[in-house]
């Protein structure tokens, strides 16, 4: 599975960007997808994922901020953030989780970059 990620980019304090993340190949069904992010010095953490059947799972430090969505025909997910801080900073990463009979496989994406101006 191959997962290209896209959005990122510089934007000021309060605004807000669209991640896109697309999952191609593979021989199984995509089920969970999701994203991480990676500050500079600190460790990768979660910061939304979505099952197959539509549930999601949101990072407490969010506050309601970001919203997750997946179009499941496109293998696709996707991450609106608003009200973006200095904070929220950092590489962003797509995964997804590959269903193979009775096997799960998880793929990262490459990261896109997310800056936030103050």
């Known amino acids: 599975v191959q997962l290209q990620a896209s959005g990122g980019g510089l934007v000021q304090a309060g605004g807000s960007l669209r991640l896109s993340c697309s999952a191609s190949?593979?021989?199984?069904?995509?089920?969970?997808m999701g994203w991480y992010r990676q500050a500079p010095g600190k460790q990768r953490a979660l910061v939304a994922s979505?099952?197959?059947?539509?549930?999601?799972k949101y990072a407490d430090f969010l506050k309601g901020r970001f919203t997750i969505s997946r179009d499941m025909a496109k293998n696709a997910v996707y991450l609106e953030m608003n009200s973006l801080t200095p904070e929220d900073t950092a590489v962003y990463y797509c995964?997804?989780?590959?269903?193979?009979?009775?096997?799960?496989?998880?793929?990262w994406g490459q990261g896109t970059l997310v800056t936030v101006s103050s």
């Open positions: 979505i099952t197959g059947a539509g549930s999601t």
């Open positions: 995964y997804a989780v590959e269903k193979s009979g009775f096997s799960r496989f998880g793929y």
């Open positions: 190949g593979g021989i199984g069904s995509i089920d969970d």
